[in-house]
């Protein structure tokens, strides 16, 4: 059995064991504000801190370092943010910085037993750091050493293979452009990225299903929906600023369905803190100082984890029951016949599918599936909204396909107010793979960079996420460089992930912030510092942007306006371009110096490689502007049967043991991916602490626990079980027999081995674990005080 670690001592600040209160009912509004103005001031101070709002996702600004989720074309607010928004924000524009002396001060060993909220707290990183072999502490290395003892070791490899290029979804347009670049002329398709943790299963499942592996919707249309189904998702902690577009979705009539496990805040009621979006002031000063929010959600579906397939499914049954009764009243036949594939074999297994099946492996009742059904076919305009509460199952895939074949029975795709809408995670994850960060380039995109820069790309396909994990803990993969992200705490079995990490030569983090990943190395190890999106990026021709790609395939430009952190932080291009030097010398074509003394000259090549760039650099000083989606603008499906799919796939329920229950991994509102900026979750009523396990009042009862008790997890996957200790329980309204924990916390219990059909991404929203009392209370105790990750 694999046991989760601990690193040791407890940070000061964190005293005593998690406290439960009531949660927030309503989402944003007076708290927000409270909350964004508390870490400005405590980070940056209001000086700088009003001046970066002001240019937080602004045209002539830079694009937030948070979600994806899109700003409007035109008529942006003054303030054009949310709460996660400030808290990202001030977390890179913090006036505390960490230089040589920290890491003199701190060995990595005693750095390994703080919490990951404690690192974050302790500032910027402003000088590149090497870690040597046998060393115990980080020290000072100037850029090009560091750029050349990389090199070094890429060549002393004994394939180009034993490298791997990791990207987070924070790198811009440009970066991962050169980064992909840089891979590939070195020899390697190796390129992991975090969409393969998280929409991965979308990619896959759209692009089978339609011709396209992203979303079909635009902002407005929003505005022109009747009917909007958001499955497996959280705005109000995960895209907080969703919430605007889906009140005013509601202003204009629209009704609101949510399938989710737990009944969230964001659900609930909103209370926008924008006074902009108010005409009568004195209706903005009411609600924000009486907290009167605009309910959203008008129909909750509290489906099982990991049975939205099965209620989609019951939807559609009573759909198509129903179109029997009354004929064309339901379908769009006309669609169907002109647009569609395989409708009649599909209308077959969902007619043939029973009820007990689908109510089963849903976890609701008929009537409830009934209502559901009730408002999918009063509604003639759809949008089906998704994030990882879908992507993240083994049948991730074929359920978003299920999702998309309920869009497909009414049309809901190539017209304003319908279509499919999985909402990113990260600012320019989707941009990112439009660049080409993918282990399997395809043969056009091939072509195209080959003959740009003049060499031969390789063919033989990378590692996906998972696969790089492995292999490095097989010893195949023996240097890893991560742009961006946090590595460790955002993948699987963690102890496994962490051993694969320790058996590499090198491992290299290009980062703005100190984080675990930098704690558990390989023998020889590197922290480069860069830039952040808020600073100004000025190289030898002048002041640089960037671009970046958002959750509706719109590319904006993006603007540093700050004062670096330090004069020795080097930009996210320039570091690639640092490094590729040295390691390809006279192999490289590529005039490296001259691409990073003007981005314009990066833009152009994209231009001649990436389908939708044309005319790159004027059409991004002009405006914003939209890549071609042939689903969403003309109707056409660019898959080899060249109309939408209606996909058939089987329900495939989960069969739990007696005392075994469904867990799921969830965000904190005081956290973006894994970084943690505090230890409150004040919409699920958590506070000073992280490791809670979310229980049915019902089954804490049943299980002969208590609220507050203290447990331990263990999961299962066929022979495997990893064990979690120390949780405490807590009451929440969500399904029977499913229960909810944080991640990172919680990844110790995926196994590696565990991942989605089609797609590998890990599947860390169904697993199956049991729950025991713990025994040990002392150590218990101190456990939870620490709040550790490991």
Request: hydrophobic content about 35%; charged content about 25%.
């Amino acid at each position: 059995m694999k046991q989760d670690q601990s690193f040791g001592a407890e940070p000061p600040e964190e005293k005593a064991k998690p406290k439960l209160r009531a949660p927030d009912r309503v989402a944003a509004g007076m708290h927000a504000l409270a909350e964004s103005l508390k870490f400005t001031a405590r980070e940056t101070g209001f000086v700088r801190g009003i001046s970066d709002w002001l240019k937080i996702n602004k045209k002539d600004g830079f694009d937030c370092q948070s979600c994806a989720w899109p700003s409007p074309d035109e008529d942006r607010h003054l303030f054009e943010f949310c709460e996660n928004g400030v808290k990202a924000l001030t977390s890179e524009a913090t006036k505390k910085h960490i230089g040589p002396e920290f890491f003199r001060e701190h060995s990595i060993t005693d750095l390994q037993k703080q919490t990951d909220n404690w690192l974050e707290l302790q500032g910027r990183l402003v000088h590149p750091m090497v870690k040597g072999e046998g060393a115990t502490h980080y020290e000072p290395i100037e850029w090009n050493d560091a750029f050349q003892l990389m090199a070094r070791e890429l060549n002393a490899l004994p394939t180009p293979n034993a490298a791997a290029f990791y990207t987070s979804g924070r790198t811009s347009n440009e970066a991962a452009f050169l980064y992909q670049l840089f891979a590939r002329q070195f020899g390697t398709n190796n390129l992991p990225d975090c969409s393969n943790m998280c929409h991965e299963s979308s990619g896959v499942a759209l692009k089978e299903s339609i011709g396209i592996g992203k979303g079909c919707v635009k902002l407005e249309d929003f505005e022109h929906a009747d009917g909007i189904f958001i499955i497996g998702q959280n705005p109000g902690t995960n895209h907080p600023r969703m919430m605007t577009t889906l009140e005013r979705a509601k202003e204009n009539g629209a009704t609101i369905v949510a399938i989710n496990p737990i009944r969230e805040t964001g659900f609930i009621s909103v209370v926008n803190p924008n006074p902009q979006e108010y005409r009568n002031p004195l209706k903005f000063a009411a609600k924000m100082l009486f907290n009167q929010g605009t309910p959203l959600a008008d129909f909750w579906l509290p489906v099982r984890i990991n049975g939205d397939m099965a209620a989609t499914r019951g939807i559609m049954k009573e759909m198509l029951a129903e179109e029997e009764r009354r004929p064309g009243a339901v379908l769009d036949r006309q669609f169907i016949e002109q647009f569609t594939t395989g409708f009649e074999t599909f209308a077959a297994q969902v007619r043939a599918t029973p009820w007990d099946q689908i109510l089963e492996a849903s976890g609701l009742t008929r009537e409830q599936i009934r209502a559901a059904a009730e408002i999918a076919m009063r509604c003639k305009r759809i949008i089906c909204c998704w994030a990882m509460g879908l992507t993240q199952h083994k049948n991730a895939v074929a359920t978003i396909q299920e999702v998309m074949n309920f869009l497909l029975l009414g049309g809901n795709i190539g017209r304003p107010g319908a279509g499919p809408c999985p909402v990113r995670g990260h600012s320019n994850v989707q941009g990112d793979r439009t660049m080409g960060i993918w282990e399997r380039m395809s043969d056009a995109f091939r072509e195209k960079l080959g003959r740009e820069f003049e060499f031969t790309p390789p063919r033989e396909h990378g590692t996906n996420t998972v696969e790089t994990i492995k292999q490095m803990y097989d010893g195949k993969i023996r240097f890893f460089l991560g742009m961006g992200g946090n590595f460790l705490a955002a993948t699987p079995d963690t102890e496994y992930t962490a051993k694969a990490l320790q058996k590499c030569r090198v491992t290299a983090h290009v980062s703005t912030k100190l984080n675990r990943a930098h704690l558990i190395t390989g023998e020889i190890a590197l922290i480069l510092p860069c830039l952040g999106r808020s600073e100004i990026d000025r190289q030898r021709s002048g002041e640089q942007f960037v671009t970046v790609e958002d959750s509706m395939g719109i590319i904006n430009s993006s603007r540093g306006h700050a004062k670096p952190a330090s004069e020795r932080l080097l930009s996210e291009p320039a570091i690639v371009a640092g490094l590729a030097k040295p390691t390809l010398g006279s192999r490289s074509t590529v005039d490296w110096d001259a691409l990073i003394a003007n981005y314009d000259r990066i833009r152009d090549h994209i231009e001649h490689v990436v389908p939708g760039f044309e005319d790159f650099n004027a059409r991004i000083r002009e405006d914003v502007f939209y890549l071609p989606n042939d689903a969403r603008d003309r109707r056409k499906f660019n898959n080899p049967e060249g109309k939408a799919k209606f996909i058939v796939s089987e329900l495939t329920p989960h069969q739990l043991e007696p005392g075994q229950f469904l867990m799921t991994t969830v965000r904190s509102h005081d956290q973006f991916n894994t970084t943690i900026y505090g230890l409150n979750d004040r919409y699920r009523g958590v506070y000073n602490g992280r490791r809670v396990i979310f229980m049915n009042a019902d089954d804490i009862k049943a299980a002969g626990l208590q609220q507050g008790q203290l447990v331990d997890l263990t999961s299962y996957y066929k022979d495997e079980t990893h064990l979690a200790r120390y949780f405490m329980v807590a009451p929440i309204e969500i399904a029977r027999g499913c229960t909810a924990t944080y991640f990172p916390e919680a990844n110790v219990l995926i196994s590696i081995n565990n991942s989605a059909d089609g797609s590998n991404t890990p599947v860390s929203k169904s697993v199956v674990i049991s729950i025991a009392p713990s025994i040990d209370t002392a150590t218990a105790v101190d456990r939870i005080r620490r709040d550790a990750v490991l």
